[in-house]
């Protein structure tokens, strides 16, 4: 996502410097959240979603950011007044459910009786690499919402340093940067490359989508995005932001 804004134009930050204009928030749970919000007035800061960006980024121009805004998203809501804009980008969806699922997943707020879609995953077998950091609490849940929809999880031995068996033995690799061994590897022998939000949307919509058809299901680099065309650069002209 850095490197999106960065090549349409925008300015990523990593601390929250005095000149951000937007922050991206999954959740209010964080201080900067906090932060943010307590002097928002004095700043002019702006908290979003981070789908406002994914989004523009499908558009391919600026939307208005009134539905994505904290500290209540309206996207959130069952009768949120969509514009055509917005319906038109998630008509594909089942709802805006979804998206509040599987950020509750994420956060590890998720309620485990929430009920989700039966096979989507066909018995694929599905490894979480070691990149996504999910404590003990969070990757159980992770795991058991994967096994519900039919997914087989493919596990990794602690000899194993760059998870190459594991990919071998799997048919997706569920990672969070665009780099590495293991993210070589399984580029190279053809498997399914995602982000955990693209698992956990898959999971959730009951519909099983490419991980390339949308920005944040696709693993991120961490690297400039090389010789990348001034023009394209233009075409979307975003802001100053920055990530909890």
């Known amino acids: 996502m850095r490197q999106a804004i960065v090549a349409f134009g925008g300015q990523w930050r990593e601390a929250m410097t005095r000149d951000v204009t937007h922050l991206f928030c999954l959740t209010a749970k964080s201080e900067r ?3 943010a919000l307590a002097h928002r007035n004095q700043t002019g800061i702006i908290i979003v979603l981070p789908h406002w960006f994914d989004d523009m980024y499908n558009a391919r121009r600026r939307i208005p950011t009134e539905l994505y805004e904290w500290p ?7 009768d949120a007044g969509l514009s055509s804009l917005a319906i038109q980008l998630r008509q594909s969806e089942t709802g805006n459910n979804i998206m509040f699922k599987t950020i509750a997943a994420i956060d590890g707020t998720l309620d485990e009786k929430v009920e989700a879609p039966v096979n989507v995953w066909d018995r694929r077998r599905v490894y979480l690499s070691r990149s996504l950091d999910l404590h003990d609490g969070r ?3 992770v795991e058991s919402l994967l096994v519900k929809c039919g997914a087989q999880l493919a596990s990794c031995s602690e000899d ?12 997706v690799l569920i990672t969070r940067y665009r780099e590495g ?4 590897y399984a580029l190279k022998t053809n498997k399914v490359i995602g982000t955990l939000g693209w698992a956990l949307h ?3 919509s009951g519909k099983y989508s490419s991980p390339l058809d ?7 680099p961490t690297w400039p995005v090389k010789d990348f065309p001034k023009k394209v650069r233009k075409v979307l002209p975003v802001c100053k932001a920055t990530m909890v």
């Open 33 to 35: 959240y906090e932060k």
């Open 72 to 78: 209540n998203p309206k996207l959130f809501e069952r």
């Open 139 to 141: 990757r159980a849940t």
């Open 160 to 171: 194993d340093e760059y998870e190459l068996n594991a990919i071998r033995r799997s048919d």
């Open 181 to 184: 061994p293991a993210f070589g």
């Open 202 to 204: 898959v999971s959730y």
């Open 214 to 220: 949308r920005l944040l299901h696709f693993p991120s």
